[in-house]
T-cell receptor, first 111, second 112 residues
Framework: DVKVTQSSRYLVKRTGEKVFLECVQD?????MFWYRQDPGLGLRLIYF???????EKGDIPEGYSVSREKKERFSLILESASTNQTSMYLC??????????FGSGTQLSVL | AQSVTQPDIHITVSEGASLELRCNYS??????LFWYVQSPGQGLQLLLK??????LVQGIKGFEAEFKRSQSSFNLRKPSVHWSDAAEYFC??????????FGAGTILRVKS
């Protein structure tokens, strides 16, 4: 089975901190995605990547950046964390158009 | 712009009863449609997908969904719900390449 691993299940940070969320997939998938999940809003796409060193903005990229230096790893960066970035962050990967494989999520709290 | 509406935030059904979760979408081209399920503390798992062909699609865990182009709907159904089906369900629409737009989700509660 495909495994998508997110480095932390729970994370607590202070306002203004730089935050790194890491995601690793083990199936050589080309496509990787970062979503945030908020109650009543569902999942919203932050950034995605179709290849190494390539990135594209999703629907809500403001306040975030990403890095993909290796095919298996896709990092989400909060340059200066704010309280409105408190959320569940979900990483996903896919090979083509079939389906997304999701990690278990990182619940980030910004105080 | 593409969008997905799941009108029901919460649904409660009795174990053994039938289930239908509603999903309406707005999309400019032929859509790819998905239903995902999220159990507590878990990531999302694909239940089923529609790309083309037969408009009634079968998925895992006894779920099915029917694509109705005229109604822009892709409702999820199950004839008999089990307590383990309690979870949050997400409908999603997109194009090939997986840039999906998700609905807000429907939380299913199952009462015994």
């Amino acid at each position: 089975d495909v495994k998508v691993t997110q480095s932390s299940r729970y994370l607590v940070k202070r306002t203004g901190e730089k935050v790194f969320l890491e995601c690793v997939q083990d199936m050589d998938h080309e496509n990787m995605f970062w979503y945030r999940q908020d109650p009543g809003l569902g999942l919203r796409l932050i950034y995605f990547s179709y290849d190494v060193k390539m990135k594209e903005k999703g629907d809500i990229p403001e306040g975030y950046s990403v890095s993909r230096e290796k095919k298996e790893r896709f990092s989400l960066i909060l340059e200066s964390a704010s309280t409105n970035q408190t959320s569940m962050y979900l990483c996903a990967s896919s090979l083509g158009g079939e389906k997304l494989f999701f990690g278990s999520g990182t619940q980030l709290s910004v105080l | 712009a593409q969008s997905v509406t799941q009108p029901d935030i919460h649904i409660t059904v009795s174990e053994g009863a039938s289930l239908e979760l509603r999903c309406n979408y707005s999309y400019g081209a032929t859509p790819y449609l998905f239903w995902y399920v999220q159990s507590p503390g878990q990531g999302l798992q694909l239940l089923l997908k529609y790309f083309s062909g037969d408009t009634l699609v079968q998925g895992i865990k006894g779920f099915e969904a029917e694509f109705k182009r005229s109604q822009s709907s892709f409702n999820l159904r199950k004839p008999s719900v089990h307590w383990s089906d309690a979870a949050e369900y997400f409908c999603a629409v997109g194009a090939w390449g997986n840039k999906l737009v998700f609905g807000a989700g429907t939380i299913l509660r199952v009462k015994s």
